[in-house]
């Protein structure tokens, strides 16, 4: 395949900062990325991630700390000198040229020869399975369309950087699905490093090598998405990776093991970080906290929604504070339903979340 | 007036014929032969499909009440809301300009057409056309020209509403007084020549001519073109020059490549518009320029024919002409319209 990634060995943020006025949109971020790697940035609206992308675009200057691509300083370099590559949530595509045309755009920014443009412009065309379609406007594109489009301008100017800015986010369901395993396969294809700004958690976990998650312009963790799956660092970061019951209880420790009070009940867990006797917080994901005759914890249900596999319930606890948790068998409002956890899949922070 | 047509149900089967009408520059119509078809299907009320589909008339849908018709042809409670500005439009525009056009084939003596004849026959009539267009179209030019550039950068200050308002304050003024300023400024005994005096420089006529008359127009007729070009450049998405630096387009590529095509149908518009507004000059031409000589617009005859000469129909000709001139003119930039990209100038489904 002729469109591969120019080479590079490292990308690094160093301290990588950003304020608006008085607000500090990014406080001092640094993160390696090797080629090859795919990172998704992850957090809630306004955690600064697009603040990121855009500092690595180019399109924001960063107020403090440097960004280096191997041995160059290029934080101080105009987007069109950095050669990196960008897809846009809004897809960006300039409505008065083909299709064709939008992908051979950055080709013909470089000077390239025209016989060199066209053949480029079909490769890329072909990446993005958009074989027949070069002619058209970008406004006679579907959604998804317009999005393939979108990357095949990016990636054809060959750059050793890709960066999407929540591109997903305007496409529907299934759609979104299909573009998502189309996305990783262009990115192992053309070998670029991929950093993708997400606030979809399913999507990070399921694209990326490496996950960023971000909260208030500060990195609160970066790991593989199974570590950050089964262990968050912190609470609020298990409460973004979907540990849906996030209990504040006293803790005390025995052993390996730190027993907090769920829901009226003493519940046993795993400590996360240094947990020491007082005040904690216990982070469950409703599917480890399972319906069944042996648990110790008693409540009466409130709603269930069916989920095709499971159903998703909510229930209110002896002590009146609401537990989400699933039963594979249909329950009813009002019934009373015994909970259990596995001590390993109850974690417990020192910390609250901010 | 109401142009509440409902586009064809959109997919991307039927998205080229649609883009197809549009380019050829016909209205907007969905329903065009197969689509009303379509349609047909779909609205309970549309008449009944054709005899010959099916056969068997089983279910014959009676017709509906005239209302219901008449709401499927978009005309409903609402369109009533157009009745005043038809009226207005009527009154106003309609019946003195049909008034004048009647008017204009009466002369005082001579056949019907002798006022016409008249007007082309004579140089000090039919010159004013030149010297009309001779001020109106380089002012539109250096007006619209000059206004892309400031609105460019405009558009992403902080303080855009204090240097827009500042902008904007000749718009205010008027023209007369603009003219007295610029009398008093620029006249042989102003601060201008005066100031230009103390270095010992020659005294430069600068009014009572071509270029007073032009100075004026560009005075009163930028802020105009520049709040169009400003709210044309800001409708441009952002996000596209964004995309545009990230594959490698400089500024000035960036301008030519994104902006200028996708602000060429603004800028049309922007010139028809401003071209009608300096055409009709009559103060700057008469305060500031030599009315009898090189700035000698149209409107100045009409006004003598009218009001000097008491011939009503001499001056509705001189008026009838003067609209046809500006009617070839903005039909000359509203045809080299079709050359650029017409359509929104978003960047995708937002």
Redesign the interface.
């Known amino acids: 395949m002729a469109i591969a990634a120019r080479d590079f060995r490292e990308l690094r943020l160093n301290g990588m900062s950003r304020s608006f006025g008085s607000v500090n949109a990014l406080k001092g971020v640094t993160l390696n990325v090797r080629r090859g790697e795919f990172i998704a940035l992850l957090g809630p609206s306004g955690c600064g991630k697009s603040t990121a992308l855009n500092c690595l675009?180019?399109?924001l200057t960063l107020s403090n700390g440097s960004i280096w691509l191997d041995s160059t300083r290029i934080d101080r370099l105009?987007?069109?000198q950095?050669?990196?590559?960008?897809v846009?949530q809004?897809?960006?595509?300039?409505?008065?040229m083909s299709v064709k045309r939008n992908i051979g755009?950055?080709l013909s920014?470089?000077g390239r020869a025209k016989a060199d443009i066209d053949k480029r412009v079909n490769e890329a065309l072909s990446i993005v399975r958009l074989g027949d379609q070069g002619e058209?406007?970008?406004?006679?594109?579907?959604?998804g369309q317009?999005q393939r489009v979108?990357i095949a301008?990016?990636i054809v100017?060959e750059p050793p950087l890709v960066?999407m800015d929540e591109p997903l986010s305007?496409l529907d369901a299934k759609l979104r699905l299909e573009m998502r395993a189309e996305i990783r396969r262009i990115h192992d294809l053309i070998g670029s490093a991929t950093i993708y700004v997400t606030h979809d958690q399913e999507e990070a976990l399921s694209l990326a090598d490496r996950i960023v998650v971000m909260r208030d312009g500060v990195v609160r963790q970066v790991g593989t998405p199974e570590e950050l799956y089964a262990r968050p660092a912190h609470a609020d970061v298990a409460e973004f990776m979907g540990y849906r019951n996030l209990i504040r209880s006293p803790a005390w420790k025995s052993g390996n093991v730190v027993n907090v009070r769920v829901g009226g009940a003493e519940v046993q867990g795993t400590p996360v970080g240094a947990v020491v006797d007082g005040n904690a917080v216990a982070a469950i994901r409703p599917d480890d906290l399972k319906a069944g005759a042996g648990g110790s914890l008693a409540v009466t249900v409130e709603s269930a929604q069916y989920h095709g596999r499971d159903f998703c319930c909510c229930g209110r606890a002896g002590d009146g504070s609401e537990l989400y948790f699933c039963s594979e068998r249909r329950v009813d409002k009002g019934e009373s339903v015994r909970l259990a956890a596995d001590p390993s899949r109850v974690l417990v922070y020192a910390e609250d979340v901010p | 007036m109401t142009d509440r047509a409902i586009p064809p149900p959109y997919s991307p089967s039927d998205a080229g014929s649609a883009v197809a009408h549009g380019a050829a520059g016909s209205p907007p119509s969905p329903l065009v032969g197969d689509e009303r078809e379509e349609r047909g299907r779909r609205t309970a009320y549309e008449c009944p499909p054709p005899h010959s589909r099916g056969g068997g008339a089983e279910t014959a849908p009676e017709r509906p009440p005239l209302r219901v018709r008449l709401a499927l042809r978009d005309l409903d409670g609402v369109t009533l809301l157009a009745l005043p500005a038809i009226v207005f439009v009527a009154a106003l525009f309609v019946y003195p300009f049909l008034y004048g056009f009647v008017l204009s084939f009466e002369p005082k003596a001579g056949d019907w057409l002798a006022n016409y004849r008249k007007f082309f026959s004579d140089p000090f009539l039919y010159d004013t056309i030149g010297a009309t267009l001779w001020l109106a179209v380089p002012a539109t030019v250096i007006n619209v020209l000059l206004s892309v550039p400031v609105a460019m950068r405009v558009r992403y200050l902080q303080r855009r509403r204090v240097l827009t308002t500042i902008l904007v304050v000749p718009i205010t003024l008027g023209t007369v007084l603009i003219a007295e300023g610029l009398l008093n400024y620029l006249g042989p005994q102003g601060w201008f020549n005066r100031s230009l005096a103390l270095v010992g420089l020659g005294p430069v006529r600068l009014v009572h001519n071509y270029t007073g008359v032009m100075l004026s127009l560009i005075m009163s007729g930028f802020p105009f073109t520049f709040l169009l070009t400003l709210s044309y450049v800001t409708g441009i998405d952002p996000s596209l020059e964004q995309a545009a630096s990230t594959l490698g387009a400089k500024p000035r590529a960036r301008f030519w490549h994104i902006i200028l095509p996708l602000l060429a149908q603004g800028l049309a518009i922007n010139l028809c518009l401003s071209f009608v507004q300096t055409f009709s000059v009559f103060p700057s031409a008469v305060l500031l320029g030599s009315p009898a000589g090189a700035t000698r617009v149209i409107s100045i005859a009409a006004y003598q024919a009218a009001y000097e000469q008491y011939d009503y129909s001499m001056a509705s000709t001189v008026a009838m002409i003067m609209g046809f001139v500006q009617l070839i003119v903005v039909n000359l930039i509203l045809s080299a319209r079709a050359l650029f990209y017409r359509g929104a100038v978003g960047g995708g489904k937002g």
């Open positions: 675009a180019g399109l105009k987007p069109e950095r050669g990196f590559g960008m846009f809004n897809y960006a595509l300039f409505p008065h755009f950055g920014m470089q058209k406007l970008p406004g006679q594109l579907s959604g317009q979108a301008r990016a100017i960066l305007n």
